[in-house]
């Protein structure tokens, strides 16, 4: 079968005919209809992340997905063949108690292995093979923004643990008597384009940054969800110094995330979702003025990362909330489908403008393009 | 009536002869027994922070406490003359749906005072006036530790805080099957050793580091009570690369917590409660890596300040149960008391080896020493 495979450390990813995953006991085998292309992509395809499986000789890239069902194991009674299914990404260490009780997404032991990323095969190929527990099953009706999905969960994930951390107090933000709770989104790539789309689904008043002015396609979207775009090219100072409840970070950036905590209100809540490189020198930082402002504000700073099933099954209703409410919201979110066979020229060359990137896989089984 | 000021921002304390203050309606009049000295009074001593009230050409330092009510006003019914008290310290803005419900210590105005520190007059004099909610009482078999009450009660904040970040998620940490939780606490000034009692009796594996080797009072405290000590002098290497659930920051250092952050055990909480001094210049800081650990470890940063009466309560329940656990183990931490002209002194120029300064005011009514 074709797969797009890498060999970290190595850079450079290519489009190879690798051997079909074999059966396993349980599996149910997977036809790959089409992937999205992240930043964590380009990385591992520039050799700064990424580990093979132990003892192959290479990783198949890729963990945004969505699939047909091709072959189920006798006795399955949840899935059929032509079923659309998107696999989750984590799998558990098998030791601690949080990959005990299916949140390996909190697995103590960094153990865990994540398809297309640490470790176990992705799903840029034709096929794969997983067990069903794995495989959120996705309504033909959604078909259109399905490969959205895992990269919501991190939003599902973020958003929700961002909320218990706010909720650590009462009263909680967003009381009747003072209006609603206000976010700032950093970034406005797919992860900080959805955390709009879910911020505004659940009430808050939503600002929107990036450095990449207001003619964007992102930025118009922004607006016609009733969220607020600011252009920060020039600083932070652009946003006339308002505080938020809660901000998502999601660009990823070594500059920004602690010149974030100055924009948070007081009891506000930042929460990191971006992963930035590791290796980078040391930056500048007044240490002390902001740790004052951490404490003096009751303030908090939050990581998130990777996303449990849950979070892809709540997901899946928001992306059907997003289009119900916004007709084109998130499948507006899919700037370009390509062939699979583009893809290490697309890993190695973001495409300006773009939201996100899909690869084509089975093309007779894709949904329509816009 | 004697008390001792201070005119921020300009540095130095002096003890002085000023009007009592005057009866104002539903007031309480309290004597003044003791007081504790922290690092926030030498602050403000030395002109780093603190405002007189409005309009007032001095502040009255002092905002840990304890006292002996005096006088109440007519229809008084929880309070009665001889009672102990300790005050507490923060007074709402008035304005804030925090404030409203008595949890002024989530202000989100900024527009609060504080009593020996932000507009409002201490507690380091004969006597002061208050309104009863704002005083908790203290049973008589508690005289001798409650001026830690205040202190404690910042403690409790912020273990709260902590425990409710670490709860974000199921399971929580101190599972039977994999023991109890495991604790570091930086820095064993009073707050820290509070923090280490209060964190033993919640049944955390404690670790509790300073810079001061293992002859100190503290030390020998820490592990009379079941806690571990480790110096720190040659920095956190010397903690062998062990991780924790829950940090508690209690050394108002800046260039220990992001160091602290790479201790913290995946899912960890690390809790501020230390207030650096503003205008440090910038520190040299790995500020992509710090980020890294964030979030790939589902890690989390908290600031806690101040406390609630709810904070203050609960401390006087444990006050008790440390020494009912362990005798003396709280009011070990008071290594000294000194009468109250000598607080300009002490305020400028910290006792090598003391944990706890406590003022005398009221000589007579004060519990023996120890």
Redesign the interface.
């Known amino acids: 079968m074709r797969a797009v495979v890498v060999e970290p450390p190595s850079p450079g990813a290519s489009v190879r005919d690798v051997p079909a995953p074999p059966d396993v006991p349980g599996g149910v085998r997977v036809s790959v209809v089409e992937c999205g292309v992240c930043g964590t992509d380009r990385d591992i395809a520039g050799g700064k992340y990424g580990r093979a499986p132990a003892g192959a000789p290479y990783l198949i890239l890729g963990h945004e997905n969505l699939g047909r069902v091709a072959k189920v194991p006798a006795g399955e009674r949840t899935l059929a063949p032509g079923d659309l299914v998107v696999a989750t990404v984590r799998r558990g260490c098998g030791r601690c108690?949080?990959c005990a009780?299916d949140?390996s997404?909190?697995?103590?032991t960094?153990l865990y292995t994540e398809r297309g990323i640490l470790g176990a095969p992705g799903y840029w190929a034709d096929e794969y093979v997983e067990r069903p527990e794995y495989l959120v099953p996705v309504p033909t009706g959604q078909a259109g923004t399905a490969v959205l999905l895992e990269p919501l969960s991190v939003v599902e994930k973020a958003i929700a643990?961002g909320e218990?951390?706010l909720?650590?107090?009462?009263?909680t933000p967003g009381?009747p008597?003072?209006g609603p709770a206000s976010a700032l989104v950093a970034g406005t790539g797919a992860v900080g384009m959805l955390a709009v789309l879910a911020l505004r689904t659940r009430g808050y008043a939503v600002t929107a940054v990036d450095r990449h002015g207001d003619a964007t396609a992102a930025a118009a979207l922004v607006q016609r969800v009733g969220a607020e775009h600011v252009d920060v090219a020039a600083g932070l100072a652009s946003l006339d110094g308002r505080e938020f409840d809660l901000i998502v970070e999601a660009a990823g950036s070594?500059a920004l995330?602690?010149a974030l905590v100055d924009r948070l209100?007081?009891?506000g809540v930042l929460v990191?979702?971006?992963?930035?490189?590791?290796?980078?020198?040391?930056?500048?930082?007044?240490?002390?003025?902001l740790?004052?402002?951490?404490?003096?504000?009751?303030?908090?700073?939050?990581?998130?990362?990777n996303a449990s099933r849950d979070d892809f099954e709540a997901g899946l209703r928001d992306l059907a909330t997003f289009e119900a409410r916004w007709p084109g919201s998130a499948s507006g979110l899919i700037t370009e489908r390509r062939p699979l066979e583009e893809a290490p020229a697309i890993v190695a060359d973001r495409a300006p403008g773009s939201i996100k990137t899909v690869l084509t896989v089975a093309a007779s089984a894709s949904p329509p393009a816009r």
Do not use: Y
């Open positions: 108690r949080f009780v949140r997404d909190f697995c103590e960094g643990q218990a951390v909720r650590r107090k009462e009263p009381h008597a003072t070594t995330p602690f209100g007081r009891n990191l979702t971006g992963i930035p490189p590791s290796g980078l020198p040391p930056a500048p930082l007044a240490e002390g003025d740790l004052r402002e951490v404490v003096l504000g009751n303030r908090a700073i939050v990581g998130s990362v």
